[in-house]
């Protein structure tokens, strides 16, 4: 910008900005717009998008929202990180593996191929679970787990090698060699930390992916779960949501301690339970006062969503948001709208929406240097790989004293359209009409956790679709269902896989 003139202009009449554009000579065509703060192109009438320059106004606003740090701070200036979406993303060509002259060697000698299925119609993979009592919150949480196509990919590639594993961390060769059905012994999961859930998650995966149909009994990773989470080493009946986070966690807990990176939880580069599911939530609070704005982010593996609308008078403010069509779905999501059947955009709608906090809720804003009142709003800045979606359908009631669940039907898209939860979409809104395009597809559904019955009584099953088809897995009992049956269950956990993944490019690209 080398020119100080300041034009009006008028989008129907006459343009003071693009005659004194016009009476200029060549390179003055390109002005800022004060009210809107983006470029505008005199010439064209009309707003210019640059990404630089788009970032650098949010930039600046972020750092003049940012209280300058005391001259007694050892902490100094803070630094001023871009927005999502402003960060330029590298970009490589997807390259699917193709075996060296070693390799085929190798595979030559070491491996045998897997036999064809001819005896089943259902798709290779797919194999009951024994229930070991009380355990279907286990196996339909596993079903989930097994076909999550990043997961799968990494054990099937053998990215965790079990035996490696063990012989790594001085476990006997004839434990590996008893483990490898996985039958229960006392080795692998004794008390001195040897146990590895990924371990048995690999050993989990061989079987299940072997091509034999007969159910399979999943003891070995039970065992090895009560190792890591003694409190619920039971045969009473689990939380599936919650033995979900704990498996998580023991994966990588035990995960390779040279891959594990100091600070890279949120970053999802630690191991491969966070790569898979791990994602960012934005926290902004803002100042009622002054507009002073603090953002704080915190890693997750799901969001949890509550289920009942709020019938009375609620402190939360609406937000207008743009009409969800996902899949060819909109008529049934508009008629599930229309008779009280909550959805999981309206879920979404409701976990974004700002809140404000009430008087007795006040925070001490650093600007204006005293307590006020404030709104919070929630945000995905990073959208995992896979995003789990959990129900809040169990709780405790202050009235009876007691636990109850919520029986409500939900409605769920085959197909989501998260851009409006995303951080940068919540930017937009607040900055003005600007643009942050999601660089991504819609995430697909391909599992579906339910659960039938009471809070204290009832029994969990998983839909799977594979090859467009979806399947019930009842414990042991695998069926093909119309996708009608799907969307009448109560969904308890929702799984969503990005159908467009990046790849980082990498030194060892020229090593493949």
Known sequence: MACAAVSCHAPLGPSHAAAHAEAMPPGREIAVDVDRTELFCCLCRDQVYVRDFDAAVVLAQTAASTPPASAGSSGGSRAVVAPENLRKRQRVDYRPWSPDPRERALMGSCSSPLESVSTSDLPRGLRGLNNLG???????????????????????????????????????????????????????????????LACDMDAMFSVVFSG??????????????????????????????????????????????????????????????????????????????????????????????????????????????????????????????NSGIPTLMGCLDRFTRPERLGSDQKLFCQQSQVSQESFKQMSIRKLPLVSCFHIKRFGHSSIRKMSRKINRDLHFPFSLDVASYLSSSILRRRFGNRIFPFDGDEPDLFAVVTHAGKSDVGHYVTYLRLSNQWYKCDDAWIIQVNENIVRAAQGYMMF?????????????????
């Open 496 to 512: 969503y896989v990005q159908k467009m993944l990046y790849y980082r490019a990498s030194d060892k690209m020229g090593a493949s």
């Open 212 to 337: 034999e149909r007969m159910p399979y009994s999943p003891a070995k990773f039970l065992y090895s779960w009560w190792q890591h989470a003694a409190n619920l080493a039971s045969y009473e009946q689990q939380d599936a949501h919650e033995f979900f986070i704990s498996m998580l966690d023991g994966i990588h807990e035990k995960g390779d301690k040279d891959q594990l990176r100091p600070q890279s939880q949120g970053s999802g580069d630690c191991c491969i339970a966070h790569r898979v599911f791990s994602g960012i939530l934005r926290s902004d609070v803002m100042c009622v006062a002054c507009g002073f704005t603090s953002t704080t982010y915190d890693p997750c593996l799901d969001i949890s969503l509550d289920l009942e609308q709020n019938q009375r008078g609620s402190a939360k403010v609406t937000s207008a948001k743009s009409h969800h069509s996902c899949n060819g779905e909109a008529e049934c999501m508009n008629s599930s709208q």
């Open 134 to 196: 009380n355990t279907c919150f286990m196996n339909s949480v596993l079903q989930a787990l097994l076909h999550t196509p990043p997961l799968r990919n990494y054990f099937l590639s053998d990215r965790h090698n079990r035996y490696f594993c063990r012989r790594k961390n001085g476990v006997s060769e004839n434990v590996s060699k008893r483990n490898v059905d996985g039958a229960v012994d006392g080795g692998h999961g004794s008390k001195n930390g040897s146990f590895c």
